[in-house]
């Protein structure tokens, strides 16, 4: 029994096709990452800490409701703080759309680069997908584009890695790019990317290139 259990794992595996799908799940509501961002600002550097949280409220076939919060943030070894969290819309492949009416659109540009927009199909490594992001609020479009590059086990998790860019329209756009590590069934296990001009609403709007790391918890 054993050995056929490890002979059908391995053939899963080795067959090198990942279905990847969103993790939303009212059921099972919440996933957290332990965040790091580093940032130079006028020459000096700069470590804040945090959990991203991502809870789902509801879900349908077009749209999802969940809401986001940043927790225990801590800046430059600051004691942390809890952030009011955040609502907001996302399409079926992952992309977010727009926030609740009460907040400004900055925070769902903030949101935009810390999430992963997934394939239509399964996937295997050397594919390449595109995404076109038209948000609802009215906002600049966003174009993310991925590679699935290798796998990888992470913290006893098989992974895909896949390569990321995305690009916004407009002036003093936010732009970068990265690395996602993503489970056989779609969660996110870590992320990476650096960004430029990525946008803090709660700093005044400042934009600022940062490296943002996300593990998941």
């Given amino acids: 029994m054993l050995v056929s259990l490890i ?15 969103p993790s939303f799940d009212p059921r099972d509501p919440k996933e957290a990452w332990a965040m790091t961002v580093d940032s130079q600002v006028e020459g000096v550097a700069h470590h804040a800490t945090f959990e991203f949280t991502r809870s789902t409220r509801s879900r349908s076939r ?12 801590a800046i430059d070894d600051q004691e942390g703080e809890s952030i009011r969290g955040w609502d907001a819309v996302v399409g079926p492949r992952g992309q977010l759309l727009k926030m609740d009416d009460t907040t400004d659109l900055n925070y769902r540009r903030m949101l ?62 936010i732009s970068g790019s990265g690395t996602w590590w993503l489970s056989k069934v779609g969660k996110v296990v870590k992320f990476e990317m650096k960004l430029h001009n990525w ?19």
């Avoid at 609802?136 to 796998?151: H, I, M, P, Q, T």
């Avoid at 609403?201 to 600022?208: K, L, S």
């Fill in 7 to 21: 002979a059908a794992v391995t053939l899963t595996q080795s067959s090198g096709v990942w279905r990847l799908k």
């Fill in 62 to 73: 077009s749209k999802t409701v969940v809401a986001y919060g940043w927790d225990k943030l």
């Fill in 112 to 173: 935009a680069p810390m999430v992963f927009v997934y394939p239509e199909k399964a996937i295997a490594i050397g594919d390449k997908w595109s995404v076109e992001v038209t948000p609802l609020d009215s906002g600049r479009k966003l174009n993310y584009s991925y590679e699935a590059k290798s796998r990888e086990l992470v913290d006893g998790v098989n992974t895909v890695i896949v390569a990321a860019k995305l690009k916004e329209d407009g002036e003093t756009a």
């Fill in 199 to 217: 946008i803090i609403p709660m700093a005044g709007n400042d934009v600022t290139d940062v490296v943002l790391r996300g593990k998941a918890l």
